[in-house]
């Protein structure tokens, strides 16, 4: 991914520097999805190791959903827009993502789990997105943030604009996720027709802007539904939207820096360490 060469006067407002859309993939047991983070042409983002949008209103899209399956050296973030997806765990728990609702999972060193539909008709929709951990907090223990919809503060950044800030902060409104070695930003922003909105992010942080529903513009450059846009480094960040208005997570990490090596679902530094982790799950020992 090439940068373009800063301009001094607009150092400290971000543009788009890549764009583009997601590309068709399934997992679990064949869910249907769009892979945006995590594809060939955007394999990573520092510290993002993923990120996947699922929406369908086709029970055969999500029904199988995500039998149980293990994780280590990463977080997991599930958000929901739309549907009932239950979570269950090897160390006995169980919670129910509903509209609205996160959860933050640090599968550290290491977790089985499930997320299963509880509905088998109507819309399922919403995100998963893969963080990655440093290597010291690598084998940590594993630990759920599960936050309801009331949980999560709501901003009003201008009119017809809010902003739902589920991680960092945003207006000297904090986030409810505690905020771990990467120091996310993650916001849920819904621009209501032709409005504009400022919004002030960690400069040093890798970020990037993605459109779930309408159309906007970030300086030159205008993304649509199903387009991401990875951000320069910069403290500010400009949204335009259209008449349709535009609805959109942004989300910024501070970049680890740090050796990647990845197997299915375990992200370690060498691959000595994702051998270890194959055999740690074989043996029983998540």
């Not at 535009?246 to 679902?265: D, H, M, S, T």
């Amino acid at each position: 991914m090439s940068q373009p060469t800063p301009n001094p006067r607009h150092a400290k407002h971000r543009h788009v520097i890549w764009s583009g859309t997601g590309m068709a993939a399934s997992d679990g047991a064949g869910v249907k999805l769009s892979r945006i983070i995590g594809q060939p042409a955007l394999p990573d983002l520092d510290p993002f190791l993923m990120l996947d949008a699922f929406g369908s209103d086709d029970p055969t899209a999500y029904i199988a959903g995500f039998p149980s399956h293990p994780h280590r050296g990463f977080e997991t973030v599930t958000y929901m827009l739309a549907g009932r997806m239950r979570h269950k765990d090897n160390k006995g728990h169980e919670g129910l993502l509903t509209p609205g609702a996160v959860q933050w999972m640090t599968a550290g060193r290491g977790i089985v789990h499930s997320e299963m539909p509880e509905q088998d008709q109507g819309l399922m929709k919403g995100f998963q997105l893969w963080v990655n951990l440093p290597a010291k907090d690598k084998m940590a223990a594993p630990r759920y943030q599960d936050i309801p919809p009331a949980q999560i503060p709501v901003v009003g950044l201008a009119p017809g604009v809010t902003a739902k800030v589920i991680a960092g902060e945003l207006l000297g409104v904090r986030g409810p996720v505690d905020p771990p070695a990467t120091e996310p930003v993650f916001l849920d922003l819904d621009l209501t027709g032709a409005s504009d909105a400022e919004l002030t992010l960690p400069g040093a942080h890798n970020a990037f802007a993605y459109v779930y529903d309408g159309a906007l513009r970030i300086g030159p450059d205008r993304l649509a539904t199903g387009m991401i846009g990875v951000l320069s480094l910069g403290e500010h960040l400009h949204l335009s939207a259209e008449e349709t208005g535009a609805k959109l997570i942004v989300v910024a990490g501070k970049p680890l820096r740090e050796p990647v090596a990845k197997y299915g679902p375990f992200v370690m530094n060498t691959e000595a360490e994702l051998h270890q982790a194959v055999l740690d799950f074989r043996a029983g020992r998540f």
